[in-house]
């Protein structure tokens, strides 16, 4: 059973920093997109970052020039490191990867409450 654990959310204030960590645990050999979602209160599930396992990445608008995603691919971890935060990124932000063995899989953290104050 594959399990995402992810770390590092808490209460900021607006321009500061917090860095989330997921590790990927269950036997997986290998993951090939490792990604962050965010959830606010009333609003749908958005992408916030992804990274592929040849560390390519994809941005949402909001975030591009703020967070940096990365990832290590020996761990099975990947990261987001979010700068300049600001109220509005105030959500409770998910781990999510996606892999292939045969047929496609994807599996979810447990999420993790990331509060900015102003």
């Known amino acids: 059973q594959v399990q995402l654990v992810e770390s590092g959310g808490g209460l900021v204030q607006a321009g500061g920093s917090l860095r989330l960590s997921c590790a990927a645990s269950?036997?997986?050999?290998?993951?090939?997109?490792m990604g962050w979602y965010r959830q606010a209160p009333g609003k749908e599930r958005e992408l916030v970052a992804a990274?592929?396992?040849?560390?390519?990445?994809n941005y949402a608008e909001f975030v591009k020039g703020r967070f940096t995603v990365s990832r290590d691919n020996a761990k099975n971890t990947v990261y987001l490191q979010m700068n300049s935060l600001k109220p509005e990124d105030t959500a409770v932000y998910y781990c999510?990867?996606?892999?292939?063995?045969?047929?496609?899989?994807?599996?979810w953290g447990q999420g993790t409450q990331v509060t900015v104050s102003s």
């Open positions: 990274i592929t396992s040849g560390h390519s990445t």
């Open positions: 269950g036997g997986i050999f290998s993951i090939d997109t």
């Open positions: 999510n990867a996606n892999w292939r063995v045969f047929r496609n899989y994807e599996a």
